[in-house]
């Protein structure tokens, strides 16, 4: 029969992926399209509404380009994100936990000795991390590689300014005692990007746009799980009400608050600075716990 009805058409587009050869690849399009089609009948969704969510679609492609990923922020504050990273990445005592990677990681940032200051001329404070890349056990992991990256003091990722020239992001590893350090600038609150589809979404939805402060780290060791996660400013404002839902307690630390002086490294620092200790948990991956 050619006359489908809205009562059996999902179950003749269902069977349409009967010979999908990819059990995986069949078993998430069948939800998928079960999902879809549930959401249509119960909101009774108009033609004008379908087409709005279309164009909207469309203007979130239109949006992307190799420095702003309008996706990852549509997944992130609709809490997809999040959603996906508590399924993916359970974690056991004493591991780092992961959050959003978020739309603004670049790859290839500069490899930097440990101790660097990986933002050089950047406006904001100055602000020293420090601590160590340890198993959940406690054991030292040398050669651990932070991959990091944050806003300036002024609540701006480098690849929002003109020039495209990477600014307070860098690669630094841990020394042989699993130990590292690194100075950067203590990051602030900042919205999301407004001026697209995103948000629009977030206005009518009542919403504000803000993100708590915080300075993203993507941790990997050879044998380690890698994690990506933040940390973030205790204090913010924000914190309850992150605009991607990516606060995690155990991510929440104390940025210390010091006068101009000697800071720990021996450096002397002519203005107020902050500092952070922080030590990072990272579990064995499963091909090496099996050998």
Same mark, same amino acid.
């Given at each position: 029969?050619?006359?489908?009805?809205?009562?059996?058409?999902?179950?003749?587009?269902?069977?349409r992926?009967?010979?999908?050869?990819?059990?995986?690849?069949?078993?998430?399009m069948?939800?998928?399209?079960?999902?879809?089609?549930?959401?249509?009948?119960?909101?009774?969704?108009t033609?004008?509404?379908?087409?709005?969510?279309?164009?909207?679609?469309?203007?979130?492609?239109?949006?992307?380009?190799?420095?702003?990923?309008?996706?990852?922020?549509?997944?992130?504050?609709?809490?997809?994100?999040?959603?996906?990273?508590?399924?993916?990445?359970?974690?056991?005592?004493?591991?780092?936990?992961?959050?959003?990677?978020?739309?603004?990681?670049?790859?290839?940032?500069p490899?930097?000795?440990?101790g660097?200051?990986?933002?050089?001329?950047?406006?904001?404070?100055?602000?020293?991390?420090?601590g160590?890349?340890?198993?959940?056990?406690?054991?030292?992991?040398?050669?651990a590689?932070?991959?990091?990256?944050?806003?300036? &003091?002024?609540?701006?990722?480098?690849?929002?300014?003109?020039?495209?020239?990477?600014?307070?992001?860098?690669?630094?590893?841990?020394?042989?005692?699993?130990?590292?350090?690194?100075?950067?600038?203590?990051?602030?609150?900042?919205?999301?990007?407004?001026?697209?589809?995103?948000?629009?979404?977030?206005?009518?939805?009542?919403?504000?746009?803000?993100?708590?402060?915080?300075?993203?780290?993507?941790?990997?060791?050879?044998?380690?799980?890698?994690?990506?996660?933040?940390?973030?400013?205790?204090?913010?404002?924000?914190?309850?009400?992150?605009?991607?839902?990516?606060v995690?307690?155990?991510l929440?630390?104390?940025?210390?608050?010091?006068?101009?002086?000697?800071?720990?490294? &021996?450096?002397?620092?002519?203005?107020?600075?902050?500092?952070?200790?922080?030590?990072f948990?990272?579990?064995?991956?499963?091909?090496?716990?099996?050998?």
């Open positions: 029969m050619l006359n489908r009805t809205e009562k059996d058409l999902t179950e003749v587009v269902l069977a992926l009967d010979d999908a050869p990819d059990a995986r690849f069949r078993q998430v069948t939800k998928l399209i079960t999902h879809l089609h549930d959401f249509v009948r119960e909101t009774g969704l033609e004008a509404e379908w087409q709005s969510a279309i164009r909207f679609l469309t203007a979130t492609g239109q949006k992307c380009d190799e420095n702003r990923q309008e996706f990852i922020l549509l997944s992130d504050t609709l809490g997809l994100s999040m959603l996906v990273d508590a399924i993916n990445h359970r974690k056991p005592t004493g591991a780092t936990e992961t959050t959003v990677l978020g739309p603004f990681h670049v790859a290839g940032a490899e930097l000795p440990n660097a200051n990986i933002a050089e001329d950047v406006p904001g404070e100055p602000v020293y991390f420090s160590k890349v340890m198993s959940p056990n406690g054991k030292p992991i040398p050669g590689t932070l991959d990091i990256w944050s806003t300036d &003091g002024e609540g701006q990722y480098d690849v929002q300014r003109p020039g495209g020239k990477m600014r307070a992001r860098g690669r630094i590893k841990s020394d042989a005692n699993g130990r590292y350090a690194f100075w950067t600038i203590k990051p602030v609150s900042y919205p999301v990007p407004t001026d697209g589809p995103v948000g629009e979404m977030l206005l009518k939805m009542g919403r504000h746009p803000y993100r708590p402060a915080h300075t993203h780290m993507i941790l990997s060791a050879p044998g380690y799980e890698p994690v990506a996660t933040h940390l973030f400013v205790k204090g913010d404002p924000h914190l309850e009400s992150d605009a991607v839902f990516a995690k307690e155990s929440v630390v104390d940025f210390v608050s010091h006068e101009p002086g000697v800071a720990p490294d &021996g450096r002397d620092v002519e203005r107020t600075w902050w500092s952070v200790h922080y030590d948990g990272l579990v064995e991956a499963a091909s090496s716990v099996a050998k």
